[in-house]
């Protein structure tokens, strides 16, 4: 078992808002404002930052990366919509899903709406984008940042996703679907305590996960589909993903790892530390379950 660094150690991440503006902007403006840019990371040493340095991220292009210590919570930046403070593990299901512009695509379990709001920046704002969650409050909360992100391709509902009709015709160009469901959120290194994991708790969201991927893959015109958690446990990933693959031999699973060289066992859990949402303290996790927790970032596609 390797330890990931605390949360101390966590690089903090910015996801540029390309509706607002763009990264060149972005970092002249931190520029100006006193934020020492490194450029390009190249190495994963590179995203060890002090003070008040910042790279643009190994992968992610409207990615920058900062300090653990930095915080952007009353910068004039975030709040006018032009970054949006989202880990890496949170851009990653809309950057894999990639819907192009103009095309119509569901965030089925929406709020609050990080993921919405850079699939509408995927998307540039053209075409449609409906977004459903069952939480009223949470989707109220969505609203305020899609118009504080200068989202407008939206279409938010509050609905049970699992009710929603795939034969309706204003979902019949649906091709596009990213699922995020509810999990345990086991993979968030705030949560320390995740080697006592209730199992009746664990079948019973891995059963709602499974029915959620069984739905989704009923809109009639559907191309790919992104199914992701900030779980850690099996469970909720491999064997949801197997359980929907057995039952809809239709659909093929592409590997979305993002080519790394993974040096040591460390190097691999700090990447996989902005996979993950993660802030504050720290847990443990092996380098293999790591490695296959990434890859449950899986989507599938119609072959
Ligand atoms: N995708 C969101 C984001 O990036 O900001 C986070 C989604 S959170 C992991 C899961 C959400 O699913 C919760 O907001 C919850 O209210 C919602 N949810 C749970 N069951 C649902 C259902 N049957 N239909 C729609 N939303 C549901």
Redesign the pocket.
């Given at each position: 078992e390797a330890q990931l660094p605390s949360g101390e150690q966590l690089p903090r991440y910015v996801r540029v808002n390309t509706l607002k503006t763009t990264v060149e902007d972005v970092v002249d403006y931190l520029k100006r404002d006193g934020y020492t840019y490194q450029g390009q990371a190249v190495r994963l040493d590179d995203l060890t930052l002090k003070g008040k340095s910042f790279v643009k991220d190994l992968f992610l292009p409207e990615l920058l990366v900062f300090s653990s210590k930095t915080d952007f919570h009353d910068h004039f930046l975030y709040k006018a919509g032009h970054i949006i403070l989202q880990d890496k593990a949170?851009c990653l299901p809309a950057y894999l899903l990639k819907p192009p512009s103009g095309s119509h695509v569901i965030?089925?379990?929406?709020?609050?709406?990080?993921?919405?709001s850079h699939l509408a920046a995927i998307m540039k704002n053209k075409g449609k984008l409906f977004a459903?969650?069952?939480?009223a409050k949470?989707l109220a909360t969505m609203s305020t940042l899609l118009l504080r992100a200068g989202v407008t391709c939206q279409q938010l509902a509050h609905?049970?996703?699992?009710k929603v009709n795939p034969d309706s015709p204003q979902y019949k160009d649906v091709e596009y679907v990213l699922l995020?469901?509810?999990?345990s959120g086991s993979g968030m290194v705030c949560l320390q305590d995740r080697s006592s994991a209730d199992q009746t708790r664990l079948a019973s969201l891995a059963a709602?996960q499974l029915r959620?991927l069984n739905h989704a893959v009923r809109f009639p015109r559907l191309k790919r589909l992104v199914y992701s958690t900030?779980s850690i446990h099996s469970q909720e990933n491999e064997e949801v993903i197997t359980a929907f693959l057995q039952q809809n031999s239709s659909f093929r699973r592409m590997s979305t790892v993002p080519k790394v060289t993974l040096a040591g066992g460390l190097e691999v859990c700090r990447i996989l530390n902005g996979m993950w949402q993660v802030s504050g303290a720290h847990g443990t996790v092996s380098t293999t379950r790591a490695v296959e927790a990434m890859q449950t970032y899986a989507d599938a596609g119609l072959t």
């Open positions: 949170s965030d089925a379990c929406a709020a609050p709406g990080n993921k919405t459903f969650d069952l939480d949470r609905q049970d996703f699992l995020d469901p509810s999990c709602f959620c900030c």
